[in-house]
T-cell receptor, first 116, second 111 residues
């Protein structure tokens, strides 16, 4: 069974640009959650998508957005990049809504975004 | 919002020594999960604890959930270099909608 796939693995962008990250969950998993990981802030929850709908959202500005497609693949977009957006972005897939079943999360390898 | 604290932030041990990390919450938790992230890797699920006072073992790893379900611990017996990484606890937020991760304990094992 293939794991969670995130692309690209590494990205370098310039301040002010926008970026789109992709996450393909484990086959059959319908929930995709996104996290930002930085040395100073740890793992911060961005949002969760389930059945193409955003179900939960963390405390991040509107520059961070996402969507989910009918095949459960998800994309995350960050517009008007800032230096502070440099981080490892992780997505996690679960069969169901995280909160509904408190199920374990399967993480992808992450996308390392550097904003210069 | 829900906060989960972990101590210590860092731990350096000699190979063969024991290691313990603690996770604490100010509120009662319905359950708690533990993850391990190797350097350069991604978090990998280790275990979930649900019952008050629950103790689970995985080889050299022992996980405990406090009686009041407000704290948890992960104990590693006789550490090995393969245990190197950051150990995170995660618990449902106040609304039970997503998991809040603790800041993690970074373990270094000196050979």
């Amino acid at each position: 069974k293939a794991g969670v796939t995130q692309t690209p693995r590494y990205l370098i962008k310039t301040r002010g640009q926008q970026v789109t990250l992709s996450c393909s969950p484990i086959s059959g998993h319908r929930s995709v959650s996104w996290y930002q990981q930085t040395p100073g802030q740890g793992l911060q929850f961005l949002f969760e998508y389930f059945s193409e709908t955003q179900r939960n959202k963390g405390n991040f500005p509107g520059r961070f957005s996402g969507r989910q497609f009918s095949n459960s693949r998800s994309e995350m977009n960050v517009s008007t990049l800032e230096l502070g957006d440099s981080a490892l972005y992780l997505c996690a897939s679960t069969p169901f809504l995280v909160g509904a079943y408190n199920t374990e999360a399967f993480f992808g390898q992450g996308t390392r975004l550097t904003v210069v | 919002g829900q906060q989960v604290m972990q101590i210590p932030q860092y731990q350096h041990v000699q190979e063969g020594e024991d290691f313990t990390t603690y996770c604490n919450s100010s509120t009662t938790l319905s359950n708690i999960q533990w993850y391990k992230q190797r350097p350069g890797g991604h978090p990998v699920f280790l275990i979930q604890l649900v019952k008050s006072g629950e103790v689970k073992k995985q080889k050299r790893l022992t996980f405990q959930f406090g009686e009041a379900k407000k704290n948890s611990s992960l104990h590693i017996t006789a550490t090995q270099t393969t245990d190197v990484g950051t150990y995170f606890c995660a618990a449902p937020d106040n609304y039970g909608q997503n998991f809040v991760f603790g800041p993690g304990t970074r373990l270094s094992v000196l050979p």
